[in-house]
């Protein structure tokens, strides 16, 4: 019979939309101590799902994605199931935990922290991602939950600093100076590149030198059991493993909440796009709009991502469907239907 899992580290990687919060994830992945099994969970704002599908499958790694809306809200007990049976089911020595962009924090925490995980769960360091670009924008500096997820922080890391001025590092260095209590550390991270002793630090041993000892079986309680089985019924429902679009007919998702909206894709793996013709659809849409996509193209499986106007074009190892979220303020988004029949124009392959 296994040991009865104890004080796994849980992280979490906070940071407003197009923040970088997967880039750094991955860079964090890479230094991952060999003989390690890590989990990551992420939950996106949108209803398709995309952060996922940036993820390899390794046999060191378990990814999970649960899109359409804030783990901390209603989300709240699919989280707990889920995060439940992939415990019992991987076994995993590490965690981490990607909330949406427009998350709360706290509202998380009180999750991670409550009573089903007590002892079974040590959260460690949060980590919020900041853009110093972002704060020239006076709606930033005012935003609830931009602020929320400075404030939950032990450390953040300023991403994208390569495309920002000496000016705005500055400035996002005095601002953050402005929180109670200050924050651990401030580190730049270009391109995500946070070293994981950065995010570890303080693991051996705390204050006392040494951890409580656990003795309670907590995954095997009748608790925790009741919480498989919703993880199980929620999987089997399709609420998060959508049935796969027909050939030639996407499947449309749309939702909104907390004053942003998306606006969501999913087509049959089969549906091939013209990759140029595509590219220059998704270009025109206006740039402040977060614009993210896996997508079967002429040139093979690609992964898009567009965040504050800065766009990258990677080749992807997803192979499952192509999808594509389109996440902006309400009322800011293209017409639906309209980008539905753009889309279709640049499909080389359909039925």
């Known amino acids: 019979m296994p040991e009865p899992l104890a004080n796994i580290p849980v992280h979490l990687i906070t940071g ?12 964090l992945i890479e230094q991952k101590p060999p003989g390690e099994r890590w989990a990551v969970l992420i939950n996106e704002f ?14 060191d790694l378990v990814v999970k994605g649960l899109p359409g809306g804030c783990l901390c809200c209603q989300l709240a007990f699919v989280l707990q199931a889920t995060l439940v049976n992939l ?12 909330p949406s962009g427009l998350g709360h924090p706290a509202g998380l925490l009180e999750v991670l ?9 040590d959260v460690r360091s949060i980590v919020a991602l900041l853009d110093p670009r972002r704060l020239d924008d006076p709606r930033a500096r005012e935003h609830e939950t931009f ?9 953040v890391a300023l991403t994208m600093t390569d495309l920002a001025t000496p000016a705005q590092r500055a400035a996002a260095g005095e601002w953050l100076e402005g929180f109670w209590p200050p924050k651990r550390w401030v580190l730049e991270a270009p391109g995500g590149a946070l070293p994981l002793a950065q995010l570890m630090a303080g693991e051996e041993g705390e204050e006392d030198g ?61 549906d091939t796009f013209d990759l140029d013709r595509l590219g220059n659809v998704l270009a025109e849409l206006p740039q402040p709009l977060r614009v993210k996509g896996v997508f079967a193209t002429d040139a093979g499986w690609k992964l898009y991502n567009r965040a504050d106007g800065v766009l990258t074009l990677t ?6 469907d192509s999808r594509l979220e389109v996440i902006g303020e309400t009322g ?14 640049c499909l080389v392959s359909a039925a």
């Open 16 to 27: 407003f939309l197009g923040s970088g919060k997967s880039t750094l994830i991955h860079r």
């Open 46 to 59: 949108g209803q398709v799902g995309i952060d996922q599908a940036m993820f390899e499958t390794r046999d």
């Open 87 to 98: 415990l019992h089911r991987h076994r995993p020595d590490r965690v981490i935990v990607e």
């Open 113 to 121: 922290r409550g009573e089903a995980f007590a002892e079974v769960l």
């Open 147 to 155: 602020r929320d997820q400075i404030a939950m922080a032990d450390g």
């Open 210 to 270: 040494e951890r409580a000892p656990v003795t309670r079986e907590a995954l095997d309680s009748e608790a925790h059991r009741r919480l498989r089985e919703a993880a199980s019924d929620v999987l089997a429902s399709g609420a998060f493993e959508a049935p796969l679009p027909e050939r030639g007919r996407p499947q449309r998702e749309t939702g909104g909440a907390l004053g942003h909206a998306t606006l969501g894709w999913r087509w049959h793996p089969q």
């Open 315 to 320: 080749d992807s190892a997803w192979r499952r």
């Open 332 to 345: 800011s988004l293209p017409d639906e239907r309209q980008l539905e029949a753009a889309l279709a124009a």
